[in-house]
């Protein structure tokens, strides 16, 4: 470990079972991406294993990747609010502010929430790691307008971003 974070090495040496545990959770309560980017060990650098997770989201089948999606919690969400979601999750969504949000800025948010699943039938996906509140407010206004397709290529790439910065704390 360097720092409280695996080396790439010690991956590498996991057996695939170990590995499957220690990063089932990477990808919120989907534990087949952490399966799917396994054979591709030896990775030798953190940017194979990032690379290794991304192209298991992106080579998954549509049914697949929309399951992953619905994985996540509505930011700011009243399973956020009540403790019932991922420890990753929950601290990203606190170190964004979301754990301390006004009346109007909850209710603001749950109207976005439900809003954004009605018309594209998943939550509202952002990484939110660096993000304030307000920054998450803005990305969801101005992305809500945009066509489904659009929307699912987006959530992906935020899938993938949130797995980066959750891989780059995980592993040195």
Known sequence: MTDGRLTVAAVDAMTAAQFVDAFAGIAEHSAWVAEAAEPARPYGTREAMIDAFTEAVTAASPERQLDLLNAHPDLAGRAAIAGEIGDD???????????????????????????????????????????????ILSAFEARIGNSRDRELETAIEQVCRIIRFRLEGRVA
Do not use: C, M
């Open 89 to 135: 999750s929950r601290s990203e969504q606190a170190d964004a502010g979301l754990d301390r949000l006004t009346e109007d800025e909850f209710a603001r948010f749950t109207e976005l929430n439900t809003a954004y699943r009605n018309r594209f039938g998943f939550p509202f996906i952002l990484a939110v790691k660096g993000a304030t509140k307000h920054d």
